[in-house]
């Protein structure tokens, strides 16, 4: 079977100095309707994995990052690639594109078969098949199995009203088939690495977390499943010798959730002799003294930590389950070995104020990471935040259909503090190199100021242009 696999734009991208649609175009009012994520430009490993699993079943399969392509080359490159089936991954951020990239291979090969999985389909479905007729199979959480019986049925003709992971429409009615069992052997799959090159690797599949904003329980469920070290290292192996890759990032929800696995894969690391450097996602209370060292010595050079906030109350809210405290030890710690350290901090959680947002500030001064990333809350599908607001009646469960934005940004705290918690973190900087090795510590009289200097002369008033934040009008609301 002829399959293309493919990752949609967020919407139609028109060409510069080219006017935008109206329908599927870029947000209304959005000035400079620029995709900033970087990560999303990166084709997704999970569409990488499907196209593995269906090249290593014989099949004939095509990969195409469309990502960031005007809308008129999408329509030239598609016209030249009639498949028998079209399989798409859809985020929150890119469901108009994926939509508007449905209708035009439905338009352009009315006979092939369309399926979309991903995490916002995943957990909206049935309002996803409803809102794109063009659309004929959701291919919920995991895929690699459900994606292979997929093309089985199709080859042999068979009816999909009953296929486990999947929700299709045939003769015009929607069919919801039985929930899929996870797999149990990762190993078993084919690598992405056997047939694509990629700077991204993901490992282990779940977070043992339990945040309140994260979709990683909806995609996983809630228990974490791991590739084996050899699996890991073979894989890292065809990268660095087979592709050439000198940088690697491991962008597990939490890498080093199993500290034994971890210290296997570095020593294995070291022992193959394989030459690069890497980076990884991971928590506070995954890491330790000798894990870190091992980790260096295996090439790891930054660290990413979810931290959120500095504050625990708000680490409680959002059920974090870390302490300032062992955030502040651990970036010590991990200093001193020679990593690079990143902070993923957010404000606008539940229960924010003035006060909380100056603990996080406090807790970057104490900590002094290399770089901090600070981002308003934003609010996806398949979270406990997103049901908490539905049920509240603080949003409609359609407001990603009905409402033209990229994603919903919301500031759940006291909504009194909203401007000056905003200036705050807007005169921090929403993505900011703090603190570089071979560099004296920010002062008031360095033009990277420290953040206590900072936390004093920030003004109140109105919130700081320099902040891009996205807050739907009507959806700004206090908690006190």
Same mark, same amino acid.
């Given at each position: ?216 329980? +909806? ?5 974490? @499943? ?29 890498? +080093? ?169 807007? @005169? ?16 008031? +009289? ?13 003004? +109140? ?20």
């Amino acid at each position: 079977m002829r399959i293309v696999m493919l990752h949609a734009p967020p919407w139609k991208i028109p060409r510069p100095g080219e006017r935008s649609e109206a329908a599927d175009g870029p947000p209304a009012g959005a000035e400079r309707p620029l995709i900033q994520d970087a990560d999303f430009c990166t084709i997704p490993y999970g569409l990488l994995s499907l196209a593995a699993q269906a090249l290593r079943a014989g099949h004939e399969v095509e990969v195409l990052n469309l990502s960031v392509f005007p809308w008129a080359e999408i329509e030239q490159v598609l016209q030249t690639r009639p498949a028998e089936l079209y399989g798409l991954n859809c985020l929150t951020i890119n469901r108009r594109g994926v939509m508007a990239v449905a209708r035009l291979v439905r338009q352009l090969h009315a006979a092939t078969h369309i399926a979309v999985g991903g995490p916002h389909v995943t957990a909206l479905p049935d309002q996803f098949l409803a809102a794109c007729p063009a659309v004929d199979t959701i291919v919920r959480c995991e895929g690699e199995a459900t994606f292979l019986e997929l093309i089985e049925r199709l080859e042999r003709g068979q009816p999909l009203a009953n296929l486990a992971g999947a929700v299709v429409r045939q003769q015009g009615e929607i069919h919801v088939g039985p929930d899929r069992e996870p797999i149990r052997d990762l190993d078993g799959l084919a690598s992405p690495l056997d047939y694509f090159r990629s700077h991204i690797l993901i490992t282990s599949r779940g977070c043992p977390g339990q945040c309140t904003f994260c979709n990683s329980q +909806t995609m996983w469920t809630r228990r974490v @499943r791991f590739h084996s070290p050899t699996y890991v290292l073979d894989m890292l192996e065809r990268a660095v010798q087979g592709h050439g890759q000198r940088f690697l990032s491991i962008k597990d929800d939490t890498f +080093t959730a199993d500290r034994p696995r971890a210290l296997a894969i570095c020593r294995g690391i070291v022992e193959r002799k394989l030459n690069f450097v890497w980076s990884c996602d991971t928590r506070a209370d995954a890491l330790d003294d000798e894990l870190l060292v091992a980790m260096r010595r295996a090439g790891c050079r930054l660290l990413s930590l979810g931290v959120e906030s500095g504050s625990p109350e708000i680490l409680a809210n959002i059920k974090k389950r870390i302490t300032p405290q062992r955030v502040i030890d651990v970036t010590r710690m991990a200093k001193r070995y020679g990593f690079q350290v990143r902070f993923y901090m957010m404000w606008g959680n539940r229960g924010e104020t003035v006060g909380t947002i100056r603990q996080s500030l406090e807790l970057i001064e104490a900590a002094r990471p290399n770089q901090v990333l600070f981002t308003l809350l934003s609010i996806y599908p398949g979270t406990e935040e997103y049901d908490l607001l539905v049920q509240q009646g603080a949003i409609r469960d359609d407001i990603f259909l009905t409402e033209d934005i990229p994603t919903l940004k919301f500031f759940l705290g006291d909504s009194h503090d909203f401007h000056q918690i905003r200036q705050l973190v807007g @005169r921090f900087e929403p993505c900011g190199e703090i603190w570089w090795y071979g560099q004296p510590p920010p002062s008031s +009289t360095s033009p990277r100021r420290g953040v206590r200097d900072r936390l004093e002369r920030a003004p +109140t008033g109105e919130a700081s242009p320099c902040l891009n934040a996205v807050i739907p009008v009507g959806y700004a609301h206090g908690r006190k």
